[in-house]
């Protein structure tokens, strides 16, 4: 039987004629091609994100039920066991019914009102993204900050998690920079939003006595992660590549395009203190890139550095006298060491809480004014 034929039967035949070969076709045909395809696609999400926010809403009425009748009539977890039972055999192909997930959509529609699921993302979240918010998160704020950022970036379950526990929301845009400075302000508002302080690169795995040069091969290597890491719209375009300007060669160390900003992003890594002598040569690299590399229409280059340490007032000092837009910010490979600077230099230190425990115990009532 040829390609072109489909059976329903052995006596059945139905024949198709053969599709025309691509020379055949006029010269708007791709375009067709493409804006069905396109809008196909388009109402094949919007049925599914349709079915998801159903199951939602769903999942929610279902734990508020669950909830006024364990309320009122003492419900104890057999209950939940057999309705699980009964939900089963009717509806086979709903795989949320089983007893823990009734235990957590009680807990769901305890934590969100009606209004909140229909009106926010959290409809469009999967099931198992909002067993993870309940499960990490108790602020309500937080949730939502977290449902907002997973649906516009993408990110499957375990990647929330990861930046639930690396506490992206503390870290998202706070980056030292002079954003606001050079750029204008719905500009300077996107770009430092698209920041973070410090990048927590937990995937590394680096030798005590690593150098950039370490520090560069290895984000390569996992390369994925990285841009994941830096954020939404990142694109590697090239690692050392080579700027001529005027007879001299530069190299810096990372070179990305982001296609949100749509801007290039030159990246230099430092495995030790920020001082502030890195910014001139980042900011020429930025210069070179702008004339060397930028197409019309691509905003100027930024430039980001990531040192292992820094004095965030120094920075700031230091950014002060730069017209180019450069970020500064710190980079860890675990989240222990990410705790913003501020935070420690806010910490009393250990000879101030003696002195301090010290003048409690002279200043401490005598027992006596406490008895009858």
């Known amino acids: 039987m040829s390609s072109n034929e489909i059976t329903s039967s052995a006596e059945d035949v139905v024949y198709f004629e053969s599709t025309p070969p691509a020379a055949g076709f006029p010269t708007w045909y791709p375009k067709l091609r493409e804006t069905i395809s396109d809008r196909v696609s388009r109402r094949q999400r919007r049925a599914s994100l349709a079915v998801s926010q159903e199951l939602v809403v769903t999942y929610r009425n279902v734990g508020r039920h669950n909830g006024e009748r364990q309320t009122e009539q003492c419900w104890g977890s057999k209950v939940i066991d057999r309705l699980y039972a009964h939900l089963r055999d009717p ?4 795989k949320g019914f089983f007893p823990p997930n009734l235990k957590y959509v009680r ?15 959290l409809a469009q979240l999967p ?3 909002h067993i993870a918010l309940l499960e990490k998160l108790d602020d309500a704020s937080t949730r939502l900050w977290y449902a907002r950022m997973a649906l516009s970036e993408g990110w499957d379950r375990n990647y929330l998690v990861r930046q639930i526990e690396t506490r992206l929301h ?3 845009g706070q980056t030292a920079s002079n954003f606001d400075i050079v750029l204008s302000s719905s500009a300077s508002f996107i770009v430092q939003k698209a920041t973070k302080d410090p990048y927590v690169f937990d995937f590394l ?3 005590e006595a690593h150098n950039e040069r370490e520090l560069e091969a290895q984000l390569l290597e996992h390369v994925e992660r990285f841009l994941l890491a830096l954020g939404r719209g990142f694109a590697f375009v090239g690692r050392q590549l ?5 007879g001299d060669e530069f190299f810096p160390d990372l070179i990305f395009y982001n296609f949100i900003l749509r801007r290039f992003v030159v990246v230099e890594l430092k495995t030790g203190k920020f001082e502030p002598c890195y910014l001139g040569q980042l900011g020429m690299y930025m210069s070179a890139a702008d004339d060397l590399m930028a197409q019309p229409g691509d905003e100027p280059t930024i430039g980001l550095l990531l040192c292992k340490t820094k004095n965030s007032v120094v920075a700031e000092y230091a950014l002060r006298g730069f017209s180019s837009p450069i970020g500064v910010a710190e980079w860890a490979t675990e989240l222990k060491d990410s705790l913003p600077e501020n ?18 115990e002279t200043t401490a009532p005598d027992d006596s004014s406490f008895r009858d």
């Open 91 to 94: 509806f086979p192909g709903i």
């Open 107 to 121: 807990s769901f529609a305890d934590t969100w009102t009606a209004t909140a699921i229909v009106q926010s993302p």
């Open 127 to 129: 099931c198992y993204h």
């Open 170 to 172: 503390e870290r998202s």
């Open 205 to 207: 795995e680096l030798t």
């Open 242 to 246: 080579r700027l001529d300007v005027a």
């Open 343 to 360: 935070i420690f230099r806010s910490l009393p230190s250990i000879d101030e809480l003696e002195a301090e425990l010290a003048g409690a």
